[in-house]
């Protein structure tokens, strides 16, 4: 049984780095059928898909436009977790952020973390 | 910029059946986007239920199901429950290793 647990501050300050880090039981970050997703949700955005890393002999990585300039995911092997990074945040990146395994690269996301909510309020 | 479409609110009668649809802003939806499907509670993460446009996820109903109508990828719930109540998405692959939701469709079951 797959489980990811969410960890980070529930609160950042504007033009800050949002940090936050899912830690994977279950399954291996460096899977060669999973990929590793971050995914937010907001009352004005609704659920947004981030980004997301997937190891194929070697590390691949995909990012949403609208935040391509701003965000880093990293796969952290030794400690088998996946995290996020969103530099320069601004009110508006205010919501829950999740963090979710997608098998295979199908948009098959059969597993998530539990959420944190993030505040971005000086 | 891909805008995926999704009725903002539906109802349906408990027993009755219902379909939610998932839209291109430009173009038609076809099995090429492995659209799929979520449902998600107040509180909770979301749920997968349908993937690959109409394979069930482990341990979903067979009263729910995914298919390509027209256009655009439908979700179809025959035999409504009051515990179907729920907030759905859809999410398609729009290209380029982009995924994108939809706005999400608020079910009502009464």
């Known amino acids: 049984q797959v489980q990811l647990q969410q960890s980070g501050p529930g609160l950042v300050k504007p033009s800050q780095t949002l940090s936050l880090t899912c830690a994977i039981s279950g399954d291996s970050v460096s899977s060669n059928s999973a990929a590793w997703n971050w995914i937010r949700q907001s009352p004005s955005r609704g659920l947004e898909w981030l980004g997301r890393?997937?190891?194929?002999?070697?590390?691949?990585?995909d990012y949403v436009a609208s935040v391509r300039s701003r965000i880093t995911i990293i796969p952290d092997t030794p400690n088998n977790q996946i995290s996020l990074q969103l530099n320069s945040v601004t009110p508006e990146d205010t919501a829950v952020y999740y963090c979710?395994?997608?098998?295979?690269?199908?948009?098959?996301?059969?597993?998530w973390g539990q959420g944190t909510l993030v505040t971005v309020s000086s | 910029q891909t805008v995926v479409t999704q009725e903002p609110s539906f109802s349906v009668s408990p027993g009755g059946t219902v379909t939610l649809t998932c839209g291109l802003s430009?173009?038609?939806?076809?099995?090429?986007?492995?659209a799929s499907w979520y449902q998600q509670t107040p509180g909770q993460a979301p749920r997968a239920l349908i993937y690959k446009t109409n394979t069930r996820s482990s341990g979903v109903p067979d009263r729910f199901s995914g298919s390509i109508l027209g256009n655009k990828a439908a979700l179809t719930i025959t035999g409504a429950q009051a515990d179907d109540e729920s907030d759905y998405h859809c999410?398609?692959?729009?290209?380029?290793?982009?995924?994108?939701f939809g706005g999400g469709t608020k079910l009502t079951v009464l």
């Open positions: 999410l398609l692959y729009v290209g380029s290793g982009i995924w994108v």
């Open positions: 430009s173009g038609s939806v076809s099995t090429s986007h492995y």
């Open positions: 979710a395994k997608d098998v295979a690269g199908t948009g098959y996301f059969d597993y």
């Open positions: 890393a997937y190891y194929r002999s070697k590390w691949n990585y």
